[in-house]
């Protein structure tokens, strides 16, 4: 899949998170094979650029995979400024983000509130695009609601202001994170427009990701909740879409290298203090499909001391009688 002049080395896209898609999460995801991770989303205010948060979500030249940050506002200048913050600090891609259903976020008109305003959304791509000399792509819902589902509307402005490809997650924003997506609108929206268009939503199985690319002839997928403690599914995937059968799921003993290398990982880019306290979601989230875990992540939680994560974990992986629940 092409993105503009990058050339992307498979299908599949670690998505933006909030308070998950560091730098740290963003590396694990494209050694495991996402294409492309997207940065969490940085805010276009220009007040809160020069703090710590904000340098965290900027990417890196340093970082050997493609560079993409997302950026969110209502202000097209403000936005277009934002963009170029990050072009000069090393990003690839700017995505812009218009699927956000936070309320903190769309009080302030930006994420999904957006798309109740369409001659806005067309300011904001426009000023963005026209800015800056790197691929610049929009992330959206379906609509705001399931009686204003727009996204088509929405794709076609995207197509005519420059935009170089479009993500689309199967739900509106009064849908939040409930229920089942829905595809439907996906795949009228590609066969109605002619830059890439990326699913997203509930993809959670190398099944699920081939009959999502099949039923809406989507270019690519974007992969969110389904990676949290489990990077492995972008590898998974990757091998399903060209092999047509499954790839054998790791052992915890298999996968306790790269667990230990994103924790520690953490630590580096964070300090011990927070690195550590960040580090227990992840652990948690890696460990929660084995029975045995739960004793073991309140004990990880208490701990307060970086080596001493080490330690445990070491202690975890290397019990015999560990089994998946059923």
């Not at 992330?139 to 197509?159: F, P, Q, S, V, Y």
Request: hydrophobic content about 40%.
């Amino acid at each position: 899949m092409k993105i503009g002049n990058l050339e992307l080395k498979s299908r599949l896209i670690a998505a933006p998170m909030a308070g998950i898609s560091d730098r740290a999460f963003r590396s694990l995801c494209c050694q495991m094979g996402a294409a492309m991770a997207v940065s969490e989303m940085l805010l276009a205010n220009p007040d809160l650029w020069h703090t710590d948060k904000s340098a965290l979500r900027m990417a890196s030249k340093d970082e050997n995979h493609i560079r993409a940050v997302q950026i969110v506002g209502a202000d097209p200048q403000e936005m277009a400024n934002a963009a170029q913050l990050c072009a000069a600090s090393g990003a690839q891609l700017i995505d812009i983000n218009m699927g956000c259903p936070a309320k903190k976020v769309n009080k302030k008109l930006a994420g999904s509130a957006l798309l109740q305003y369409p001659i806005l959304v067309e300011q904001i791509l426009s000023t963005v695009v026209k800015s800056v000399d790197i691929p610049v792509t929009l992330k959206i819902r379906t609509g705001w609601n399931k009686d204003n589902i727009n996204c088509l509307e929405i794709a076609k402005i995207a197509e005519g202001s420059g935009i170089s490809a479009l993500t689309i997650h199967g739900r509106t924003r009064a849908c939040l994170f409930n229920g089942e997506a829905e595809y439907d609108s996906i795949r009228s929206v590609k066969q109605h427009i002619n830059i890439p268009v990326i699913a997203n939503g509930d993809i959670t199985s190398p099944e699920k990701a081939k009959a999502v690319l099949e039923y809406t002839g989507a270019d690519g997928l974007m992969i969110g909740r389904c990676a949290q403690g489990n990077p492995w599914i972008f590898e998974q995937i990757e091998y399903y879409l060209r092999h047509g059968k499954l790839l054998q799921k790791k052992s915890l003993i298999e996968k306790a290298p790269l667990i230990n290398d994103h924790v520690r990982a953490l630590h580096n880019l964070y300090g011990e203090y927070k690195g550590l306290r960040i580090a227990r979601k992840h652990v948690s989230w890696y460990l929660q499909d084995y029975a045995q875990s739960e004793q073991f992540r309140r004990l990880f939680n208490a701990i307060d001391n970086a080596e001493q994560q080490f330690i445990a974990l070491e202690a975890f992986f290397s019990t015999t009688h560990l089994s998946q629940k059923s």
